[in-house]
């Protein structure tokens, strides 16, 4: 099977809420933004913008992690797949 899911959820964020601490993901997951914008910055320093439509794919599983930040006028609503633990 090609990524396989064990799970699916969604998750919701408020206008300025902030995960300014770095933090690894707790599990693989996919994410698809379905409302709302955010921006994640990798512990590399690297921050990428996630709008509308767009999907990321949460492997940091250990060490440092991302931080995150939504930037849009409204709530974030994201759609996640969960991905069984790689072999």
């Keep these: 099977q090609f990524l396989p899911a064990t799970q699916t959820l969604w998750v919701g964020a408020p206008v300025g809420w902030a995960g300014d601490t770095p933090h690894p993901s707790p599990r693989r997951q ?47 609503l994201i759609f996640a797949v969960v991905l069984a633990d790689a072999d």
């Design 30 to 76: 996919i994410f698809c933004t379905m409302r709302g914008e955010y921006e994640v910055t990798a512990s590399d320093g690297t921050v990428r913008a996630f709008p509308v439509g767009s999907t990321l794919l949460l492997e940091d599983t250990a060490g440092k992690g991302h931080s995150t930040c939504v930037t849009s006028q409204e709530d974030t």
